[in-house]
Nanobody, 123 residues
């Protein structure tokens, strides 16, 4: 079982920056990707950024050039650095780990989600 705990959210003015962290406890047989998603009020959850094996990163178009995802394997933590924040970035941000676990002696592909951290961009 893996538990993910996000932190670093808060209230920031437009143009400001925040750094989100997602700390994982527990272990997986292998981790295919570590991703950030967000969900604004009344909207569907959407992909923000991801980091896969080999540190291959991917970003939603709105995040390119403003957000940066990174990870610290020693701390089992993934980060999301967000710059030039806009009111449209206001949302609850969630981290997700995808990969395989051993269940009943078999490999099973699964994912885990954190509880989310609120980011509010407002003057």
């Amino acid at each position: 079982q893996v538990q993910l705990v996000e932190s670093g959210g808060g209230l920031v003015q437009p143009g400001g920056s925040l750094r989100l962290s997602c700390a994982a406890s527990g272990s997986m047989f292998s981790i295919a990707s570590r991703d950030w998603y967000r969900q604004a009020p009344g909207k569907q959850r959407e992909f923000v950024a991801g980091i896969a094996s080999g540190d291959i990163t991917s970003y939603a178009d709105y995040a390119k050039g403003r957000f940066a995802i990174s990870r610290d394997n020693a701390k089992n933590t993934v980060y999301l650095e967000m710059n030039s924040l806009k009111p449209a970035d206001t949302a609850v941000y969630y981290c997700q780990f995808e990969g395989t676990v051993i269940t009943g002696g078999r490999l099973e592909f699964t994912d885990y989600w954190g509880q989310g951290t609120q980011v509010t961009v407002s003057s």
